[in-house]
Structure formats: C-alpha cells, structure tokens
Nanobody
C-alpha cells in the first residue's frame, strides 16, 4: 500500500513558478517509478512527468519539457515538481501517482492539488 498526499498548489500569474510536493507512505515507495499527471476542466487526465525509482531517469510531456523539473528524495519519501514559466494552459488539478513494479500501471493516486495560472 502507498498513500500519497500532494501540496503546494495555488494561484500564480503567468510566467511565475510553483513547487508541488508529494509525500508518500508505505514500504515500496523507493522501488517505484513516480509520476505527475494533471487534469484540466473538461479534459482527460494527462501525463506531465515521471521519475525512475533511483531518480536517474526522468520523463516529460512535450508541453512541459524545459519548464518543469521532477525530483525525488527516497529517504524522505517525497516527490517534487518544480514548475517554472507557468502558462494559463498549465491550469489543472495536479496528481501524484505511484507505478506498480509488476504491472507498470499507476495504481496509487493522491487526491490532487489545484494549480491556477492567471494571464
């Protein structure tokens, strides 16, 4: 079992920055790839970024490449998403998720944190 709690969302002007954090509990955190997803109103949830269990490999959606940075601290069981140069189209609820080692699907999700970027 993995429990995930996001924090750090809020309202920011275009061009600004926010840092999201995800605090995890459970013994398997350090062996799991972790990801961030987002869902805007009226749209499907979409992949934003992911980081391998060791932190050595990261993946980004084209829309955030070069602006967002994902990182993790296995000792503290946290995952962060640093978001710079924010755009109004980044407005969404952001979710932290943990991927199963066995199935490679994301099987644990946080409750989400709202990010709103004003123009």
């Amino acid at each position: 079992q993995v429990q995930l709690v996001e924090s750090g969302g809020g309202l920011v002007q275009a061009g600004g920055s926010l840092r999201l954090s995800c605090a995890a509990s459970g013994r398997t955190f350090s062996s799991r790839t972790m990801g961030w997803f987002r869902q805007a109103p009226g749209k499907e949830r979409e992949f934003v970024a992911a980081i391998s269990w060791s932190g050595g490999t990261t993946y980004y959606a084209d829309s955030v490449e070069g602006r967002f940075t994902i990182s993790r601290d296995n000792a503290k069981k946290t995952v962060a998403l640093q978001m710079n140069s924010l755009k109004p189209e980044d407005t969404a609820v952001y979710y932290c998720a943990a991927r199963s080692v066995a199935t490679l699907s994301y099987d644990y999700w946080g409750q989400g944190t709202q990010v709103t970027v004003s123009s």
